[in-house]
T-cell receptor, first 113, second 115 residues
């Protein structure tokens, strides 16, 4: 069965620093992987998705993620954090059976000035 | 920009009471979903709905839960007799199609507190 594990429930960075949020997946078939972001009092918004095309995926707001099959990872990065990046980030994998997404526990990103 | 809207944003209820959470998906979307997130835990899939029937459901979605699309716009989640452990944030989502790579659009969530 498909699953994702997000390492670190809380990540703190300084403004301008590199952001790295970790996600490892488990899948018996080639996975479809997603990163969603949730800003305070808002719904989940798609940041980017991997669908077996390019292994480096670029998303909105300067975020990108690299699919590494050998490491079963799909870590999210951003070269320079902004205060507005403070939010909850969720990694997700498409379930094998149908259309539903299976989410990780989420990582809270805090950005300090 | 079209969005998924959910009501109420927060509901407090007594254990054993029935609760209905409402969602208005994006108008041209065909697949509808409910997820929940218990505080501090994962966002968990409950059910997906297509063509007026359940297309997929998780083990969480037992007989206490039901979904309905009573008209052309609303998509509801009913919990028949709430339990303390039903306290969670419930998210509605919709997607334009059932393709594996289809993006899900989420609402802001309805927080349910069962006392």
């Amino acid at each position: 069965a498909q699953s994702v594990t997000q390492l670190g429930s809380h990540v703190s960075v300084s403004e301008g620093a590199l952001v790295l949020l970790r996600c490892n997946y488990s899948s018996s078939v080639p996975p479809y992987l997603f990163w969603y972001v949730q800003y305070p009092n808002q719904g989940l918004q798609l940041l980017l998705k991997y669908t077996s095309a390019a292994t480096l995926v670029k998303g909105i707001n300067g975020f990108e993620a690299e699919f590494k099959k050998s490491e079963t990872s799909f870590h999210l990065t951003k070269p320079s954090a902004h205060m507005s990046d403070a939010a909850e980030y969720f990694c997700a994998v498409k379930g094998q059976a149908g259309t539903a997404l299976i989410f990780g526990k989420g990582t809270t990103l805090s950005v300090s000035s | 920009e079209p969005e998924v809207t959910q009501t109420p944003s927060h509901q407090v209820t007594q254990m054993g009471q029935e609760v209905i959470l409402r969602c208005v998906p994006i108008s041209n979307h065909l697949y509808f979903y409910w997820y929940r997130q218990i505080l501090g835990q994962k966002v968990e899939f409950l059910v997906s709905f297509y063509n007026n029937e359940i297309s997929e459901k998780s083990e969480i979605f037992d007989d206490q839960f039901s979904v309905e699309r009573p008209d052309g716009s609303n998509f509801t989640l009913k919990i028949r007799s709430t339990k303390l452990e039903d306290s969670a944030m419930y998210f509605c989502a919709s997607s334009i199609g059932g393709q594996k790579t289809g993006e899900l659009f989420f609402g802001e969530g309805s927080r349910l507190t069962v006392l």
